[in-house]
Nanobody, 121 residues
């Protein structure tokens, strides 16, 4: 499975961005998908995840009510809609394919390259 993330950029605080993660490979729709981010000097953290069929989602507390994860399995694409962005959302965002867990973790099997999101104050 190969993952290609896109949609990052520079936005002012309060603005919105939509990240996309396109997958290739015949088994790509068989995996849950996750969005991670890594800010300078910080560890990579799970931001949101969605199950294989899209029936269940997870969000870290800091993005609840602002970010929405969705997927279109017909197109093999997962989206992260980010609204009301804050400067602390600035990070490199990565998409992954793998398995969400009931404890709010994500076991990543495949990684895409990162896309930079910068939120100015």
């Amino acid at each position: 499975v190969q993952l290609q993330a896109s949609g990052g950029g520079l936005v002012q605080a309060g603005g919105s961005l939509r990240l996309s993660c396109a997958a290739s490979g015949r088994t790509s729709s068989s995996y849950g998908r996750g969005w991670f981010r890594q800010a300078p000097g910080k560890e990579r953290e799970l931001v949101a995840s969605i199950t294989r069929a899209g029936g269940s989602t997870y969000y870290t507390d800091s993005v609840k009510g602002r970010f929405t994860v969705s997927r279109d399995n017909a197109k093999n694409v997962v989206y992260l809609q980010m609204d009301s962005l804050k400067p602390e959302d600035t990070a490199v965002y990565y998409c992954a394919a793998g398995s969400p867990t009931l404890r709010g973790e994500f076991l990543s099997k495949y990684w895409g390259q990162g896309t930079q999101v910068t939120v100015s104050s």
